[in-house]
């Protein structure tokens, strides 16, 4: 290093590298300058390899990009232009053992003014030799300070060789050991960190709330991200009540260190110290908390989730303001996941309950059976400080956003979930809410179940229309539609007289659609003309088409919420009981045009001898009275069942359809629907004897019609006898006439006679069964029914004939 231009060069260097020295040679920075200048020359004087991979290019590139990136580009320029020019006057030397030095002396000027700027971070222990330098005279002699030597460290300076290499050394690694942080220290930094302790370089930041190297210390990118990873159990500890606990234990360990002064002693002495009488104090209010702790987790043994923050809540109703600070604080912690699961339920329709913590279970169902059973309450995890009312309502959200996404393939819920929190003040991020805030979180909740439940009826009933499929069902499968009833009757009685098994459901397919063609259903939506199918139901051996013949109508989704397969069930039920009354119906219409007045007056047996004439009025006589008694029961029992129950039934729906403000409202009207119709049509569980008594009535009437079409069938073929004439005038064909209507006459007389005793068994059947309904209609607890007797007994007729027996 004789050489003054090489001397010249490191000077520059070390100026370059040491921000302290551009304030000029004067002061302690230049100290430090001259300092770090004389130590240079030693080092480079000297024989000290560090274990690292002498690269000097790399180095250097590595000094350039860092002055350039600290917005000091100059000096950057000016780095590679001294460093290209001593390398030249080195050379085959290598520069790479003083750029290296110079390095870390800088990265130790960056470490110390980073630690300044952290609170309460230690300085740099002395090194290992310290004492002993300490004790070493000045000057040339072993020990003595190396005044420009950067602070925190000591080099020991000697005229000894060995010594001087034992003193560079332990620079060395000092320096090491503060720039480049070693694995080991790195461990223990981040055990102490998992106590909620700050170690050397693994502090807790306030400002990141996390725990993280700063940005001084030199480590690599790979290592920094680990320690932040394993830190996050530190982080996780300091959330615990139990880290004030350790806390407070580390200061009382520290204040027992200090003796205990005894009377007359020194007053000077710190009065920092520990008795057993300030211990007690100290250890009071964490005996109450840690007391609390253990009988809340005594209560709260085997619970998870809202089972255990309702059991905390519980605990937290107390007068005291310590205990209750302690408990709110607590249960914030403890119900933050759960008001996160209820935002993101409420507003999103996601349900993220990865370990069944939630008062809200999601099962697999398929997609007609999501809103009834693809989601329940679990009362047990449902926290007391939530009412059933609002957890109903939180349950409701949720699924009408699931049911608009899946079912609806609606997406117009999340505009309406972002108005509802723009609305109530708060975002459809999370974190907005927490323990303490129930009435905020019912507001957010009752706004958007408003908004979404608002969104999801215009859907149901503007773009699945479901009014109309709803006014498609009474009219097609509860037989409103009169004249579609009618022809529908006319075209497929033939084919329901038939056996069952002969019967094909594509033939009865076809008449269906020439009684909608011949209709005024003709003119309805074809998309529902579309879902009115006929159903064959099972059948057994001597079952006819008119006992297996039905209509049903296909409801998609999302309407199969409402239509599920139950509740068409109920209106199969319904239309096979309005079936048999319309069969009914038809077959007295049929029976009074077989016997209409013209047909009686023209008949040759009106025109006979007194005695077969009379026997045949007679059995007419009768005959019509007992069709007017059954028309009589028929007539008004229609009438009823058409108008007092479906009719105000349906009015009644469909203002509570309008009504309804979500799709609970609306199942809930459909249901009530449904119910009053079965009630007061005689098909619930309290009528099965009334509605037994009432088919054995429509079966003595099926059975009337059966005669009637036999006996009047007979009389038209006696008829066509009685009218025959012969070919020739001779004696034996007026005696053959004479024979022939004789014998006519007397087949006649016995078939009004017969027609006679059929008729007044099936009469003394009909009364018995009549008598019987009539009887049981009072004991009926619905009020409509009431009024139906009313109508068929209006002139008490029935009962002045039951209180004479």
């Known amino acids: 290093m004789d050489d003054h231009q090489t001397q010249d060069l490191v000077k520059e260097l070390v100026h370059r590298l040491l921000p302290a020295a551009e304030s000029g040679g004067g002061g302690g920075g230049g100290r430090d300058a001259g300092g770090a200048l004389r130590f240079a020359h030693r080092i480079l004087s000297s024989r000290l390899a560090p274990a690292v991979l002498p690269d000097e290019h790399a180095l250097a590139e590595s000094i350039k990009r860092r002055l350039a990136a600290s917005g000091r580009p100059d000096d950057a320029l000016a780095f590679a232009d001294l460093h290209s020019k001593l390398s030249a006057r080195s050379r085959p030397a290598s520069l790479w053992p003083l750029l290296y030095l110079l390095d870390s002396l800088s990265s130790r000027r960056r470490a110390a003014a980073a630690a ?27 020990g003595a300070r190396a005044h420009g030597a950067p602070p925190g460290g000591v080099v020991l300076v000697s005229k000894d060789p060995n010594i001087r290499e034992i003193a560079l050394r332990e620079y060395t690694e000092l320096v090491l050991d503060d720039m480049e942080v070693s694995e080991a220290a790195l461990v223990r930094d981040v055990l102490y960190a998992c106590q909620g302790i700050d170690g050397r370089y693994v502090r807790y930041d306030k400002a990141g709330d ?90 709260c043994r085997g619970l998870r989730g809202g089972a255990m923050a309702g059991a905390i809540h519980g605990h937290a109703q107390h007068g005291d303001p310590m205990f209750q600070e302690f408990m709110g604080r607590l249960l914030r912690r403890v119900c933050s996941p759960l008001f996160e699961m209820v935002h993101s339920w409420v507003l999103e329709g996601e349900l993220e309950d990865v370990f069944a913590e939630f008062f809200i279970v999601g099962q697999p169902v398929k997609a007609e059976s999501l809103w009834r059973e693809g989601y329940l309450i679990q009362s047990d995890m449902l926290p007391s ?49 927490g323990y303490g805030e129930t009435d905020a979180l019912e507001a957010l909740v009752v706004e958007a179940a408003k908004r979404i439940d608002r969104h999801l009826m215009d859907v149901i009933h503007k773009r699945y229309r479901f009014k109309d499929h709803c006014l498609a069902i009474k009219r097609y499968l509860l037989l409103g539609q009169g004249d579609f009833v009618q022809y529908l009757m006319d075209v497929v009685g033939p084919e329901l007289s038939e056996p069952a098994n002969r019967i094909s459901s594509f033939q009865l397919a076809g008449l269906l659609e020439t009684a909608i063609r011949a209709s005024n259903a003709q003119y309805d939506d ?40 139950s509740v068409m069930k109920i209106y199969l039920k319904v239309f096979n009981f309005l079936w048999k009354l319309k069969r009914v119906d038809h077959s007295l219409t049929g029976v009074w045009k077989t016997m209409k007045p013209n047909c009686i007056v023209s008949s040759p047996f009106y025109k006979e001898g007194i005695s077969i004439r009379a026997q045949f009025v007679s059995v007419l006589r009768k005959c019509q009275v007992l069709f007017n008694e059954m028309n009589h029961f028929v007539t008004n029992f229609q009438y009823y069942i058409m108008f007092e129950v479906l009719e105000i039934s349906w009015a009644r729906f469909s203002d509570e359809m309008d009504a309804a403000k979500d799709l609970d409202d609306l199942l809930l009207a459909h249901d009530k629907y449904l119910n009053s119709i079965l009630e007061k049509a005689l098909l619930g569980e309290r009528s099965h004897g009334l509605l037994r008594n009432l088919f054995e009535l429509f079966d003595i009437i099926l059975q009337f019609r059966s005669h009637a079409d036999r006996w009047f069938e007979r009389i038209y073929e006696l008829q066509l006898r009685g009218k025959g004439k012969p070919k020739s005038k001779s004696k034996e064909s007026g005696s053959w006439l004479d024979g022939g209507r004789k014998a006519m006459i007397q087949l006649a007389g016995e078939l009004f006679r017969k027609m006679g005793e059929d008729l007044d068994s099936i009469a003394k059947d ?13 004991m009926q607890q619905h009020v409509d029914l009431k009024f139906l007797l009313f109508r068929l007994d209006f002139t008490e007729y029935y009962s002045r004939v039951s209180s004479s027996k």
């Open 116 to 142: 300044s700027c952290l609170p309460n971070l230690p300085t740099a222990a002395p090194p290992r030799n310290a004492a002993s330098g300490a004790a070493a005279g000045a000057g040339g002699r072993p």
């Open 210 to 299: 996390a725990y993280d190297l700063p940005d001084g210390v030199r480590v690599p990118r790979s290592t920094r991200t680990l320690v932040r990873k394993l830190c996050e159990l530190g982080w996780l500890f300091r959330k615990e009540e139990l880290s004030d606990y350790y806390k407070l234990l580390a200061v009382l360990e520290s204040y027992s260190l200090n003796p205990i002064p005894t009377p007359g002693s020194d007053s000077g002495v710190s009065g920092n110290y520990l008795s057993l009488r300030r211990l007690a104090v100290w250890l009071a209010e964490p005996a109450v908390r840690m007391r609390l702790m253990a009988v809340l987790v005594d209560g």
């Open 385 to 433: 400080f939530i009412s059933p009312v609002l957890a109903q309502r939180i349950l409701r959200t949720g699924k009408s956003i699931n049911f608009l996404r899946v079912c609806c393939d609606d997406n117009g819920w999340a505009d309406a979930a972002a108005e509802a929190a723009a609305y109530v003040g708060t975002t459809t991020s999370r974190g907005g809410l």
């Open 526 to 565: 074809r998309d529902i003309l579309d879902r009115i199918k006929v159903k064959m139901m099972d059948h057994g051996d001597g079952d006819r088409g008119w006992d297996v013949f039905s209509l049903e109508y296909d409801a998609r989704v999302p309407l199969d919420t409402v239509f599920t397969a």
């Open 766 to 778: 009909y009364t018995a069964s009549l008598d019987a309904f009539i009887t049981q209609l009072p």
